[in-house]
């Protein structure tokens, strides 16, 4: 589509995206991002932002994001409303497609982020829409005065669960260890809740239901006893997957599928770096990645510089 | 909020849904990120298939009763109505080229 060759172009449009968005801008680098289907990422699902440093009384994900969206656009960033379906870090200027559109790059920033896991079991999938669900602001509301069960044992696991309470009558979370490897503040939150209960060493086996969640079948890791929990509605926290599966055969990842960075954002491409949950499977938090986001964008204009 | 689609509320759904043209309802939530996601798509699917396709737009929030009266249990939910009956559904967020793919069938 395009003869011009970008300076910058930016893949994913979450806080590392847009926050390396900033830097390029304001670097007169013109950057190009392309923001993928999923736009603002992850905190797109989220309610109140309470460790994102600068807001006291906390903020709503989907506004901080359109906040920092605003900012990057602020200072001349494009942005293209669509998923990269391929690329080409093998030739240079690099080439990424969106669909047939063609794009040309002298350096491109990959943070395309994670997506929430699933847990792969029979009637997961073929009850999803129909009381299984990864987002609980965006289905909650469909379950007032229901049961529900929430899977997993990290802080998404305990904000999903909180949140929930607001429409369930129940919400139960289900844990395959003895402890929750949420944050102090989150599990005390949670344990403390009156609505909310625990299933410990428990692992769901399979979603029951004809066209709706009627159930689960548990398992109890330690004992081995299978039992059936009858519920309305199953929410998902178990953790996330990197959106590498574009990239997998051009950059280096790691085995579960990160990309590889050495040398701050670099990866094993010279040219193209990466930041945000794409690579840190550790801390995870807005906060890491947005400053992921700028030590690729400083980065990337450094690299540039050498260039020439 | 836009010229080229519907907003459906409880009183006049089954009657805006009723005509032999397909209607694309999409059930949303102003709370709902994924569900933003498909505003530009559905936009200008709307615009470019204007007479074979009308893209109706249904608030969930206010508009429960239909919600429920189809058992939506996640939004986005994408459903297709000819005749004032559901002839397709879509769950989940989609690019306007995936939604062009399943709707094939109803946008010749």
Same mark, same amino acid.
């Given at each position: 589509m395009t003869d011009s060759c970008e300076k910058v172009l930016i893949v994913g449009s979450g806080p590392a995206g847009l926050t390396a968005a900033i830097y390029a801008a304001r670097a007169d680098l013109a950057p190009l991002m392309i923001e993928g289907m999923e736009r603002g990422g992850q905190l797109m699902l989220t309610t109140d932002v309470e460790n994102y440093p600068g807001f006291p009384d906390g903020i709503m994900g989907p506004e901080l994001m359109d906040n920092m969206r605003k900012q990057a656009e602020r200072f001349g960033t494009r942005i293209v409303s669509?998923?990269?379906?391929q690329v080409d870090f093998g030739a240079y200027p690099f080439k990424v497609w969106v669909n047939d559109d063609l794009y040309h790059a002298e350096s491109v920033i990959v943070s395309t982020g994670a997506s929430a896991r699933w847990l792969g079991v029979p009637g997961e999938e073929r009850l999803r829409g129909y009381g299984v669900s990864a987002c609980a602001t965006c289905?909650?509301?469909?379950? $007032?005065?229901k049961e529900l069960a929430v899977v997993g044992g990290g802080d998404s696991a305990m904000e999903e669960a909180l949140f929930l309470t607001k429409f369930a009558s129940k919400v139960t979370i289900i844990h395959r260890r003895d402890e929750f490897r949420a944050s102090k503040i989150m599990t005390h939150r949670a344990l403390d809740h009156p609505k909310i209960e625990v299933i410990w060493d428990t692992t769901v086996q399979e979603v029951l239901g004809d066209k709706e969640v009627t159930g689960l079948r548990l398992e109890n890791v330690k004992t081995g006893e299978e039992t059936e929990f009858a519920v309305d509605g199953l929410f998902l926290a178990i953790g996330h997957t990197p959106n590498t599966s574009v990239f997998g055969d051009q950059l280096d990842l790691d085995d579960a599928g990160y990309i590889v960075v050495h040398e701050g954002t670099r990866t094993s491409v010279e040219g193209v770096f990466a930041a945000g949950d794409v690579v840190d499977?550790?801390? $995870?938090q807005a906060v890491t990645a947005a400053g992921m986001g700028c030590q690729a964008a400083i980065d990337a204009e450094r690299w540039l510089d050498e260039q020439t | 909020m836009s010229a080229n689609t519907v907003t459906a509320d409880d009183a006049t759904f089954s009657q805006i849904v009723a005509?032999?043209?397909?209607s694309l309802v999409d059930f949303w939530a102003e709370w709902c990120g994924p569900c933003k996601m498909m505003d530009r798509p559905l936009e200008e699917l709307a615009a470019e298939k204007a007479g074979k396709l009308k893209v109706v737009k249904l608030n969930v929030d206010e508009n429960q009763a239909t919600a429920m009266q189809y058992g939506v249990m996640s939004i986005p939910t994408l459903i297709v109505f000819q005749d004032g009956q559901e002839v397709k559904r879509l769950v989940g967020a989609r690019s306007k080229a995936q939604l062009e793919t399943e709707l094939a069938d109803f946008l010749r």
């Open positions: 669509s998923d990269v379906t289905d909650g509301f469909f379950f $007032r005065d499977h550790t801390y $995870r | 005509d032999s043209t397909p």
